[in-house]
């Protein structure tokens, strides 16, 4: 993994995304292990990137699976479960203590350091964006979503309306789509924004 720089970003939380229950994959994701990286699971590969990124981090878990986190990670549980990660979000963004949080699943490990670095980078000094997520090479929205302090108002806003699905109401909280162009990622094969959802995906990701 490409380490984006050699001081985390002491404005930015890196909230880690690991409540999800994986009915989908049929084995809990976080802890599963890919020779694509260098053996370690999904979620020490994503703890490692956003550790290299963000001087503070967070990770979003449900109750029972509080034990075993990530080395410097404090715990937000998901007091929803079954509800999608949406109000785990809200209930992190009203804990946060930097003016900036970056948020991203375990379970996309072809997510390039540099490349998220240079988007938060961006965000910071050039948007005016209250919250932005990414989309993909067919506009399909995903991570990462990046925010900033002051959207937790509208997203919290947007749960007590009883909206909890994940983009639409990020959409209605005020969040925009990004599109990054290829030289701002890795565009190689498999995407940059692979996310593994079902066995088939990681048979992707161990064939490259």
């Known amino acids: ?11 930015w939380t890196g909230l880690l995304l690991a409540g999800g229950q994986s009915k989908r994959m049929g084995v809990d994701k976080r802890h599963m292990v890919s020779a694509s990286l260098d053996g ?32 410097g990670f404090s715990a937000i549980i998901d007091r929803t479960p079954g509800q999608g990660p949406l109000p785990a979000i809200s209930d992190a963004l009203q804990q946060l203590q930097t003016p900036f949080a970056v948020v991203l699943p375990v379970d996309m490990p072809c997510l390039d350091a540099a490349s998220v670095a240079a988007w938060m980078s961006s965000f910071e000094n050039h948007s005016r964006e209250t919250a932005q997520f990414t989309l993909d090479a067919s506009q ?4 990462p979503l990046l925010i900033r302090q002051e959207f937790r ?23 925009v789509g990004f599109a990054p ?19 088939a995906d990681l048979e992707r990701l161990e064939a490259e």
Do not use: Y
């Open 1 to 11: 993994m490409t380490i984006a720089n050699d001081c985390p970003a002491v404005n």
């Open 140 to 143: 399909r929205p995903t991570f």
């Open 181 to 199: 162009k290829c030289d701002q990622a890795d565009c190689s094969n498999p995407s940059p924004f692979l996310n593994l959802n079902r066995p």
């Open 40 to 71: 370690r699971s999904l979620m020490e590969h994503a703890a490692a990137l956003l550790a290299s990124l963000c001087g503070h981090l967070q990770i979003l878990v449900a109750a029972d699976h509080e034990a075993n986190l990530p080395d």
């Open 153 to 175: 108002t509208s997203l919290a806003a947007e749960l007590e309306s009883g909206q909890v699905r994940l983009f639409q109401g990020l959409r209605a909280a005020g969040a």
